[in-house]
């Protein structure tokens, strides 16, 4: 009975993040999350460009002269 104590109490984290991963592909909460890293993605790729355009130009350019 100890062992599993002790392998609860060693795994527990790990435990609880299968138990939240089964609820979460239970109700699809999956496609929401994708959704909001998709989102959040593409802020912050646009705001790196929109910071670095000149920079941003250059790689462009030197990956299109390559084709």
């Given amino acids: 009975m100890d062992e599993?104590?002790?392998?609860l109490i060693k795994y527990r984290g790990a435990i609880?993040?299968?138990i939240i991963?089964?609820?979460a592909l239970i109700?699809?909460?999956?496609e929401f999350l994708i959704?909001?890293?998709i989102i959040v993605a593409g802020i912050l790729l646009g705001n790196?460009?929109?910071q670095n355009k000149e920079m941003v130009k250059d790689?462009?350019?030197k990956i299109v002269d390559k084709w």
Avoid: E, P, S, T
């Fill in 4 to 7: 599993f104590k002790d392998f």
């Fill in 16 to 18: 609880i993040g299968g």
């Fill in 21 to 23: 991963a089964i609820i």
């Fill in 27 to 30: 109700l699809k909460i999956h």
């Fill in 35 to 37: 959704g909001c890293l």
């Fill in 48 to 50: 790196y460009v929109q």
């Fill in 59 to 61: 790689k462009i350019r």
